[in-house]
Nanobody, 122 residues
Framework: QVQLVESGGGLVQAGGSLRLSCAAS????????MGWFRQAPGKEREFVGG????????YYADSVKGRFTIFRDNAKNTVDLQMNSLKPGDTAVYYC????WGSGHATGYDYWGQGTQVTVSS
């Protein structure tokens, strides 16, 4: 089992950058694919991106491709989401999630953090 805690959310102007971090506790972090999701008010939660257990493969939603990048550090049990060129439409609560033995694609995540708010002003 793994516990996840996100940090780094806040308020940023359109065009700015923000980096979210997710710290994982528990054993065998390197066996988990990690994903980032977001949920805006009144909308369903959506997949933002994911990274495989070893960090070789990454996957992104079309809406963030080229602007967001996922990094992981298995030595520190962390996964980060670097967000550049932010838009008001990126405003949401962002969640990290873990999927043991997963691939980093959009489904199959079993463990979730509590979320961190990102607000992008125009």
């Amino acid at each position: 089992q793994v516990q996840l805690v996100e940090s780094g959310g806040g308020l940023v102007q359109a065009g700015g950058s923000l980096r979210l971090s997710c710290a994982a506790s528990g054993r065998m972090f390197s066996t988990y694919a990690m994903g980032w999701f977001r949920q805006a008010p009144g909308k369903e939660r959506e997949f933002v991106g994911g990274i495989s257990c070893c960090g070789i493969s990454t996957y992104y939603a079309d809406s963030v491709k080229g602007r967001f990048t996922i990094f992981r550090d298995n030595a520190k049990n962390t996964v980060d989401l670097q967000m550049n060129s932010l838009k008001p439409g990126d405003t949401a609560v962002y969640y990290c999630a873990a999927d043991q033995w997963g691939s980093g694609h959009a489904t199959g995540y079993d463990y979730w953090g509590q979320g961190t708010q990102v607000t992008v002003s125009s």
